[in-house]
């Protein structure tokens, strides 16, 4: 059977993503995956130095995506299907070009967890994310803010003649253009798929990347990698050395067998080859195996405990069985970057496939005939050095230009590319691409001014690179122009040029709001706490009187009414966060986050009875971000009872 390309839909039980929320992510990244300095001591040089090189300090110019909800209903997804005599690959560009299922199709069994449901989550950088498959991370510790966007992808020719998909896009966190090719050779049993990611700036760029495969978490299975040592870290944000398999008295390549989230990046020996499997009881599974500049190899487990659990259910629908990840990376942690030189590029060659081993010998007390066990089979199946010959043949056709259209992704690499001129063969980013979110920032750089909006509606994007500050700086000083200026000054480290920026924009402004709540924002991470309180109120009142119907308006009144919200009982004023939960549309109070601080708010006011009503009652939280302990928190503010199983996502022990 020749290799098939066709277009496909998938259909799930989905919830709907929502709008972008329209304000700027002035905050940093949230801190789950930080490593404290005081555990540092005692790692490699190397490791030390890649942890400390460019760590992401700003989400800008991403928006948050964090207006889906939980409600499903059944939803359709463009799909590219990839199909020979041996596997069924279904790929997702529109999701991050996602691979949503590998099917063997002489046992017909899938090699990956495939999620029957799409439900978003807060995992993502900026907010949303979901479970299964394979994703491709980029830009920095994370999930890639690429989690629920669309890729560009098109046809374009493989080495041996069959049609290969080619997924690309510019991340936005390193203005970083990258692609991902997908090659299902004629007779081979392994998807290959070849990477590159590219710098065409002059300065260097701090690079991440990882491979995450979901697996099954079944009881029998185990998780093989070349490593007698891993590196073990968990939410309580230290990272040590530990010997593999056996562990504080459990065999911690069983994802079943530790009782909290925890993830174990494997210690590959230089020269070693670089792989991972997942095989069940019966020495049966998926295994991925990589050219040596993908070096990192690690396995995220969920736990056994209550926390992670919960998580399980809340990614998926009931009865659904959990998840495990196998990975694979440029550094031996996800804690690191690696630097990458102007006009310089990183790439690779993947493949993934099924692998069967002898069970007993891979679930064997003996580490090294189970993990040499594994090895040889994965030798017998793919040779090391086919997988070397199909880089060295996939490398030059990396450049060629894609035929047909498959999907279209953004048009913020067309900008990138016709503001800078960028030569980029075999990603086109063309002027046709370009939408409305680029259209003033288009007319930036042809013109020098900033355009007035055609109507009345929040900000669209800001854009906060050297050059995009460089031209706001010279255009005509408008309210709109210092406020996005006030945004790139802002994520240059400029703070009080920022505030400066904005409080020009603030003295002409017919819309005071956007500025206000940056300039609120400042006053916060400067620990103002009052005067974040009352610029929040005031901003939060201006939005209201001006806002109309429609997404993007109720997007920007819930953002901002949850900030304002918070930001008055941190300063003990509850009566005024009253004042802002009376004027929220009634939608919105009906929503987790809003219940959530209601009870917050009721206990601030004294009425703990009906603070823990509102618990009683039941909510759900759908933007809860992975590390969040505040329903444990206000939960225990309230009450010495235990906490409810619905609201436990407890990622690591209880602090004492």
Same mark, same amino acid.
Not at 304 to 313: H, I, K, V
Not at 490 to 493: I, V
């Given at each position: 059977?020749?290799?098939?390309?066709?277009?496909?839909?998938?259909?799930?039980? #989905?919830?709907?993503?929502?709008?972008?929320?329209?304000?700027?992510?002035?905050?940093?990244? $949230?801190?789950?995956?930080?490593?404290?300095?005081?555990?540092?001591?005692?790692?490699?040089?190397?490791?030390?130095?890649?942890?400390?090189?460019?760590?992401?300090?700003?989400? !800008?110019?991403?928006?948050?995506?964090?207006?889906?909800?939980?409600?499903?209903a059944?939803?359709?997804?463009?799909?590219?299907? !990839?199909?020979?005599?041996?596997?069924?690959?279904?790929?997702?560009?529109?999701?991050?070009g996602?691979?949503?299922?590998?099917?063997?199709?002489?046992?017909?069994?899938?090699?990956?967890?495939?999620?029957?449901?799409?439900?978003?989550?807060?995992?993502?950088?900026?907010?949303?994310?979901?479970?299964?498959?394979?994703?491709?991370?980029?830009?920095?510790?994370?999930?890639?803010t690429?989690?629920?966007?669309?890729?560009?992808?098109?046809?374009?020719?493989?080495?041996?003649?069959?049609?290969?998909?080619?997924?690309?896009?510019?991340?936005?966190?390193?203005?970083?253009?990258?692609?991902?090719?997908?090659?299902?050779?004629?007779?081979?049993?392994?998807?290959?798929?070849?990477?590159?990611? =590219?710098?065409?700036? /002059?300065?260097?760029?701090?690079?991440?990347?990882?491979?995450?495969?979901?697996?099954?978490?079944?009881?029998?299975?185990?998780?093989?990698?070349?490593?007698?040592?891993?590196?073990?870290?968990?939410?309580?944000?230290?990272?040590?050395?530990?010997?593999?398999?056996?562990?504080?008295?459990?065999d911690?390549?069983?994802?079943?067998?530790?009782?909290?989230?925890?993830?174990?990046?494997?210690?590959?020996?230089?020269?070693?080859?670089?792989?991972?499997?997942?095989?069940? @009881?019966?020495?049966?599974?998926?295994a991925?195996?990589?050219?040596?500049?993908?070096?990192?190899?690690?396995?995220?487990?969920?736990g #056994?405990?209550?926390?992670?659990?919960?998580?399980? *259910?809340w990614?998926?629908?009931?009865?659904?069985?959990?998840?495990?990840?196998?990975? #694979?990376?440029?550094?031996r942690?996800?804690?690191?970057?690696?630097?990458? @030189?102007?006009?310089?590029?990183?790439?690779?060659?993947?493949?993934?496939?099924?692998?069967?081993?002898?069970?007993?010998?891979?679930?064997?007390?003996?580490?090294?005939?189970?993990?040499?066990?594994?090895?040889?089979?994965?030798?017998? #199946?793919?040779?090391? *050095?086919?997988?070397?010959?199909?880089?060295?043949?996939?490398?030059?056709?990396?450049?060629?230009?894609?035929?047909?259209?498959?999907?279209?992704?953004?048009?913020?690499? $067309?900008?990138?590319?016709?503001?800078?001129?960028?030569?980029?063969?075999?990603?086109?980013f063309?002027?046709?691409?370009?939408?409305?979110?680029?259209?003033?920032?288009?007319?930036?750089?042809?013109?020098?001014?900033?355009?007035?909006?055609?109507?009345?509606?929040?900000?669209?994007?800001?854009?906060?690179?050297?050059?995009?500050?460089?031209?706001?700086e010279?255009?005509?000083?408008?309210?709109l122009? @210092?406020?996005?200026?006030?945004?790139?000054q802002?994520?240059?480290?400029d703070?009080a040029?920022?505030?400066?920026?904005?409080?020009?924009?603030?003295?002409?402004?017919?819309s005071?709001?956007?500025?206000?709540?940056?300039?609120?924002?400042?006053?916060?991470?400067?620990?103002?706490?009052? =005067?974040?309180?009352?610029?929040?109120?005031?901003?939060?009142?201006?939005?209201?009187?001006?806002?109309?119907?429609?997404?993007?308006?109720?997007?920007?009144?819930?953002?901002?009414?949850?900030?304002?919200?918070?930001?008055?009982?941190?300063?003990?004023?509850?009566?005024?966060?009253? $004042?802002?939960?009376?004027?929220?549309?009634?939608?919105?109070?009906?929503?987790?986050?809003?219940?959530?601080?209601a009870a917050?708010?009721?206990?601030?006011?004294?009425?703990?009875?009906?603070?823990?009503?509102?618990? @009683?009652?039941?909510?759900?939280?759908?933007?809860?971000?992975?590390?969040? /302990?505040?329903?444990?928190?206000?939960?225990?503010?309230?009450?010495?009872?235990?906490?409810?199983?619905?609201?436990?996502?407890?990622?690591?022990?209880?602090?004492?």
């Open positions: 059977m020749a290799t098939i390309v066709r277009r496909s839909v998938v259909t799930l039980p #989905a919830a709907p993503l929502g709008p972008e929320n329209p304000l700027p992510t002035l905050g940093g990244p $949230a801190e789950v995956h930080a490593l404290d300095e005081r555990a540092q001591g005692g790692l490699p040089r190397e490791m030390v130095r890649q942890i400390g090189y460019e760590p992401l300090r700003s989400l !800008l110019p991403v928006r948050m995506l964090d207006g889906y909800r939980r409600e499903r059944q939803g359709e997804f463009e799909s590219v299907v !990839l199909e020979n005599a041996h596997l069924r690959v279904t790929v997702l560009p529109s999701l991050g996602r691979v949503h299922s590998i099917v063997h199709l002489a046992t017909g069994r899938e090699l990956l967890y495939r999620n029957p449901v799409f439900q978003p989550a807060a995992f993502a950088l900026n907010g949303a994310w979901f479970s299964g498959g394979i994703e491709w991370n980029i830009g920095a510790t994370g999930h890639t690429l989690s629920c966007a669309p890729l560009h992808a098109a046809l374009v020719p493989a080495p041996d003649g069959t049609p290969m998909v080619r997924m690309w896009e510019w991340e936005r966190l390193r203005d970083l253009p990258f692609q991902v090719d997908l090659w299902l050779p004629e007779d081979s049993e392994f998807l290959f798929v070849g990477v590159r990611v =590219r710098n065409p700036h /002059e300065r260097p760029a701090p690079v991440y990347w990882w491979s995450n495969i979901a697996v099954p978490e079944d009881p029998g299975t185990r998780v093989l990698a070349p490593a007698d040592e891993a590196w073990h870290f968990g939410y309580e944000r230290a990272l040590r050395r530990i010997p593999v398999p056996r562990w504080e008295g459990a911690r390549t069983y994802p079943l067998r530790g009782e909290y989230p925890a993830d174990y990046f494997y210690e590959v020996a230089e020269g070693e080859r670089p792989w991972i499997a997942s095989l069940d @009881e019966g020495g049966y599974g998926l991925q195996t990589s050219t040596a500049r993908l070096r990192g190899r690690k396995l995220f487990v969920w #056994a405990g209550r926390g992670g659990r919960r998580w399980q *259910e990614l998926t629908e009931p009865g659904t069985s959990g998840y495990a990840e196998i990975q #694979a990376g440029l550094a942690t996800q804690l690191e970057h690696v630097r990458l @030189e102007g006009g310089a590029e990183f790439s690779w060659l993947e493949a993934y496939g099924p692998l069967a081993a002898a069970a007993g010998a891979v679930h064997g007390d003996d580490w090294a005939a189970a993990r040499g066990e594994a090895g040889r089979a994965l030798e017998a #199946a793919l040779p090391r *050095e086919r997988v070397d010959a199909a880089y060295a043949r996939w490398l030059p056709y990396a450049d060629h230009e894609p035929g047909e259209r498959l999907a279209a992704g953004s048009g913020w690499g $067309a900008l990138e590319v016709l503001c800078g001129g960028h030569e980029l063969p075999g990603t086109p063309v002027e046709a691409d370009l939408g409305e979110a680029q259209e003033p920032w288009s007319q930036l750089w042809r013109t020098g001014v900033f355009p007035s909006p055609r109507r009345v509606a929040p900000p669209g994007p800001s854009l906060v690179a050297a050059h995009w500050r460089d031209m706001l010279t255009a005509p000083a408008d309210p122009t @210092e406020y996005h200026l006030g945004v790139a802002w994520h240059a480290g703070v040029q920022a505030v400066r920026s904005w409080e020009r924009g603030l003295a002409l402004a017919p005071r709001w956007p500025l206000l709540r940056c300039m609120a924002v400042a006053d916060r991470l400067a620990g103002d706490k009052e =005067r974040a309180a009352q610029r929040y109120a005031e901003a939060f009142d201006d939005l209201v009187e001006e806002s109309r119907g429609g997404a993007a308006w109720t997007a920007a009144e819930a953002a901002l009414g949850r900030e304002a919200m918070t930001a008055l009982l941190a300063a003990g004023r509850p009566a005024r966060a009253r $004042a802002v939960w009376e004027r929220l549309r009634p939608a919105l109070r009906e929503q987790g986050r809003f219940l959530l601080l917050r708010m009721l206990a601030a006011e004294g009425h703990v009875g009906a603070a823990l009503r509102v618990f @009683e009652e039941g909510f759900e939280v759908a933007d809860l971000r992975e590390g969040d /302990e505040e329903l444990g928190e206000v939960w225990t503010a309230l009450t010495d009872r235990p906490l409810p199983r619905r609201y436990d996502f407890r990622m690591r022990p209880s602090r004492t």
